[in-house]
C-alpha cells in the first residue's frame, strides 16, 4: 500500500509528494507509485514514434515493475521521469444531472465512435533546471484523444507537457495535421486543443458526454497504446468513485477506478458506457506487486468543471482549495477538549497556509463543521451517492475560482458563520511551472532561479 498521507482538504496532493512530470527524486522512498506511461523514442525528428524505452525496461525488469505505479495512459511524461504518488454522483446539497434521452450521435455505432478518438504526436524539450537558460534534448511521444464539438480535441495535459510541436492523426488516414494547444489544465490532467485544418474535421462526429457512472457499469477504453499502432479497445467495469491523487497535477479530484487495462499509450483516450457516451478521460494506473488491473480515468464532472472554466475566462483558472490540513475528529476525548457538543460533527483545523483564501477567517485548532450547507462527518466525509460517502474536499473542488462558499466554525466552543472567496492554490514552492522554462537572473556570476519542485527534483541530492 502507499504511504498514508496527511489529511487536508487543499484539493493538492496531500504532503507534497505528488511530483508534476520531471524527474522524480531516487530519494523517495515509496513501495508503490502511481505514474503515467506513454509511447515515445528519443529521436530528434518531429514525427518519430515508437515504443517508451522506460515502459519496456519495468516490463524486462521485475524489480522496477514491483516497485513503481504507472501513469495509466501514454502521455508525457519523460522517459527517465517516472512520477510519483498515489489518485458521480452530485453530492448532497447539489442537483443531480438526470438522464434524459440518448442521444442520436451516441448510439451503439461503434464505427461512428471510433472515428472521433484520434493518435496524438508530441515532441518535447523539457526544461534544465541546473542550466535555466537551456533544454534538454528533444524526445517525442505518442498518446490518444477524442473529438469534441466545437472544433476541439481533448487529451491529457501530461501528454503535451513541455510542448514544441503537436500533431493529431485521424482513424484510418495516414496524414498528420499540426494542432494548437488552446489551455492546460495541470491539476486535472486536461488539455484542449484545436487544428485549423478544415479537411481534419471533415465528416466527424463529436462525443458526447454522459453522466458519472455507478459501480459496476461496463467501461470501454478507446486509444492508442503502446504494443501496435493501431488502435486497441479494451473493457472493463467501474470498481471505485473517490476523491483521488491525479499524479501529474500534484492534486486530489474526482477519480473513477476501473480494471479495464490502461497502458503507454492510452492516456488521453475516453472511456465509453454502453449507451456510447464518454464517461471519462484514461489518464494512469497502478501497477503494483499486489495488485492487478487497476486503472484510473477523469470522470465528467472535472473534465465539465474544466470546460466550464475554459469557456469562462478564456482560460484555465484552476481547481479552488481552502489551504488547510485537517485531521479526524473521532476520538471522544479530543472532541471534548474542542468543547464539541454530542450533536456537533467536523474536523480540526491543524495548520493555515498563509497565502490561503481561508487564512483570514480560520485559525488553528477550529473546527469545520459545514461547507456550503452541507455538514462533515467526524472522518471528513459527506453524502456522495445512495449509500456512499466521499471527502468534502471534493465540494471544495466542485466549486469555482472566485465563487464563495459558507463555512460553518467552531472556535473556542462557539459556533460562527463565515463567508469566503475561494481561489487556486498559491504555493511558496510551486509543485509545478505549468509547463514555463524557469526564470533565472545573473547577477556577478552567480545564477538566482525560483525554487520548485521540479528545480528540487532536478538535482541529484533531493
Same mark, same amino acid.
Given at each position: 500500500?502507499?504511504?498514508?498521507?496527511?489529511?487536508?482538504?487543499?484539493i493538492g496532493a496531500l504532503g507534497g509528494k505528488a511530483p508534476?512530470?520531471?524527474?522524480?527524486?531516487?530519494?523517495?522512498?515509496?513501495?508503490?507509485?502511481?505514474v503515467s506511461p506513454r509511447t515515445r523514442s528519443r529521436s530528434q525528428n518531429v514525427d518519430a514514434t515508437g515504443a517508451d524505452d522506460e515502459a519496456q525496461a519495468n516490463a524486462t525488469d521485475p524489480k522496477r515493475r514491483n516497485t513503481r505505479r504507472k501513469y495509466g495512459?501514454?502521455?508525457?511524461?519523460?522517459?527517465?521521469?517516472?512520477?510519483?504518488?498515489?489518485?458521480?454522483?452530485?453530492?448532497?446539497?447539489?442537483?443531480?444531472?438526470?438522464r434524459g434521452s440518448v442521444p442520436k450521435s451516441c448510439t451503439a455505432d461503434s464505427d461512428t465512435i471510433m472515428e472521433a478518438v484520434v493518435k496524438v504526436f508530441c515532441v518535447h524539450t523539457e526544461p534544465n533546471y541546473s542550466l535555466p537558460w537551456q533544454r534538454k534534448r528533444q524526445y517525442s511521444s505518442s498518446s490518444s484523444?477524442?473529438?469534441?464539438?466545437?472544433?476541439?480535441?481533448?487529451?491529457?495535459?501530461? $501528454? !503535451?507537457?513541455?510542448?514544441? /510541436?503537436?500533431?493529431?492523426k485521424r482513424r484510418g488516414s495516414d496524414v498528420k495535421h499540426v494542432a494548437s494547444v488552446l489551455s492546460v489544465g495541470t491539476e486535472c490532467d486536461i488539455a484542449l486543443l484545436t487544428v485549423e485544418d478544415d479537411k481534419f474535421w471533415e465528416g466527424v462526429e463529436p462525443v458526447v458526454f454522459g453522466q458519472l457512472p455507478q459501480l459496476q457499469d461496463a467501461v470501454t477504453v478507446v486509444g492508442y497504446p503502446i504494443g501496435g499502432d493501431t488502435m486497441s479497445v479494451t473493457s472493463g467495469v467501474v470498481s471505485r468513485i473517490e476523491v483521488?491523487?491525479?499524479m501529474h497535477g500534484s492534486s486530489e479530484l474526482l477519480g473513477i477506478q476501473i480494471d479495464a487495462a490502461i497502458n503507454s499509450g492510452n492516456s488521453g483516450g475516453p472511456a465509453?458506457?454502453?449507451?456510447?457516451? $464518454? !464517461?471519462?478521460?484514461?489518464? /494512469?494506473?497502478?501497477?503494483?506487486?499486489d495488485a492487478e488491473n487497476i486503472g484510473y480515468i477523469i470522470p465528467t464532472p472535472v473534465i465539465e468543471h474544466f470546460l466550464t472554466d475554459y469557456a469562462r475566462h478564456g482560460r484555465y483558472t484552476g481547481f479552488p482549495c481552502l489551504g488547510v490540513e485537517w485531521q479526524k475528529l473521532e476520538n471522544?476525548?479530543?472532541?471534548?477538549?474542542l468543547k464539541m457538543q454530542p450533536d456537533q460533527k467536523g474536523v480540526l483545523i491543524r495548520r493555515v497556509e498563509p497565502t490561503s483564501a481561508v487564512s483570514e477567517v480560520l485559525q488553528q485548532n477550529d473546527v469545520l463543521m459545514s461547507f456550503d450547507g452541507v455538514s462533515i462527518s467526524n472522518d471528513g466525509t459527506v453524502p456522495f451517492r445512495s449509500g456512499e460517502r466521499i471527502s468534502f474536499s471534493y465540494l471544495v473542488s466542485n466549486k469555482y475560482t472566485d465563487e464563495e462558499a459558507e463555512l460553518v466554525v467552531l472556535h473556542e466552543g462557539s459556533q460562527r458563520t463565515v463567508r469566503v472567496?475561494?481561489?487556486?492554490?498559491?504555493?511558496?514552492?510551486?509543485?509545478?511551472?505549468?509547463?514555463?522554462?524557469p526564470s533565472y537572473f545573473i547577477v556577478a556570476g552567480l545564477v538566482f532561479t525560483t525554487v520548485t519542485v521540479p528545480y528540487l527534483r532536478s538535482e541529484w541530492w533531493f
Open positions: 500500500m502507499p504511504p498514508r498521507k496527511k489529511h487536508k482538504n487543499d508534476s512530470c520531471s524527474p522524480p527524486s531516487d530519494s523517495i522512498e515509496e513501495k508503490s507509485r502511481l495512459g501514454a502521455g508525457t511524461t519523460s522517459a527517465d521521469a517516472a512520477v510519483d504518488v498515489a489518485t458521480g454522483a452530485q453530492p448532497s446539497g447539489l442537483p443531480a444531472k438526470p484523444g477524442f473529438l469534441l464539438p466545437g472544433r476541439r480535441i481533448l487529451t491529457n495535459a501530461h $501528454c !503535451v507537457d513541455h510542448y514544441t /510541436q503537436v500533431k493529431v483521488t491523487a491525479y465509453f458506457n454502453d449507451l456510447g457516451e $464518454c !464517461v471519462g478521460i484514461a489518464f /494512469q494506473s497502478l501497477k503494483h506487486e471522544p476525548d479530543l472532541r471534548a477538549a472567496s475561494l481561489r487556486a492554490p498559491v504555493r511558496l514552492v510551486p509543485f509545478h511551472t505549468r509547463g514555463l522554462p
